[in-house]
């Protein structure tokens, strides 16, 4: 299993970009999650997704996120327009469902907006 | 609500000296919980994890952690540190099916030769 795919790997853009990041969760996976992670506020949960469904929206920070589930094997999150403070590491997670699996994370990408 | 405690920001210990990371939930039903370890530039990979069964669990790398319901405890720890062992570990708990977990602020394990 190449588990958890996120592409890209680094992300250096300018204030105002769109930036579109990509999630291959792991095949059988029906739950998908989306963090963000940085110094200062650590790791934040900012969707879920169950069977492509959102589930809870409430971490995203404001309009300018959205993300999408169009079937089980991909996901985006897009940040429109960017922002410096929007610089961190953003992690995708997927999950078979039932809390006591646990999550299996791909490597980030690293965001800057400068 | 579900939230996750870890004292120490920062533990420094010698190679083969014995690492103890410390972790508090709170939950109002019982919980499932988890240790995940973070190697620089890396994902979060899953260390070990506690879902109602046997309450001292094993994990990899030698780790294990043990439930202490009446300390409302998940400690993590590991008789002798290697060094490659120097990374970020995170407790998270979660406490219902939809799988919205609370992870804690992190521990930074250093190794000192």
């Known amino acids: 299993d190449a588990g958890v795919i996120q592409s890209p790997r680094h992300e250096v853009t300018e204030m105002g970009q769109e930036v579109t990041l990509r999630c291959k969760p792991i095949?059988?996976?029906?739950?998908l999650f989306w963090y963000r992670q940085t110094m200062m506020r650590g790791l934040e949960l900012l969707i879920y997704?169950?069977?492509?469904?959102?589930?809870?929206d409430s971490g995203m920070p404001e309009d300018r996120f959205s993300a999408k589930m169009p079937n089980a094997s991909f996901s985006t999150l897009k940040i429109q327009p960017s922002e410096p403070r929007d610089s961190a590491v953003y992690f995708c997670a997927s999950s078979k469902q039932g809390a006591h699996y646990g999550y299996t994370f791909g490597s980030g990408t690293r965001l800057t907006v400068v | 609500a579900q939230s996750v405690t870890q004292l120490g920001s920062h533990v420094s210990v010698s190679e083969g000296a014995l690492v103890l990371l410390r972790c508090n939930y709170s939950s109002s039903v019982p919980p499932y919980l988890f240790w995940y370890v973070q190697y620089p530039n890396q994902g979060l990979q899953l260390l070990l994890k506690?879902?109602?069964?046997?309450?001292l669990v094993k994990g990899i790398n030698g780790f294990e952690a043990e439930f202490k319901k009446s300390e409302t405890s998940f400690h993590l720890t590991k008789p002798s540190a290697h060094m490659s062992d120097a990374a970020e570990y995170f407790c998270?708990?979660?406490?219902?099916?939809?799988?919205?977990?609370?992870f804690g602020p992190g521990t930074r394990l250093s190794v000192l030769p």
């Open positions: 997704f169950n069977n492509n469904v959102p589930i809870d």
């Open positions: 506690y879902t109602s069964a046997a309450t």
């Open positions: 095949s059988g996976h029906n739950s």
């Open positions: 998270a708990v979660s406490e219902d099916q939809g799988q919205n977990f609370v």
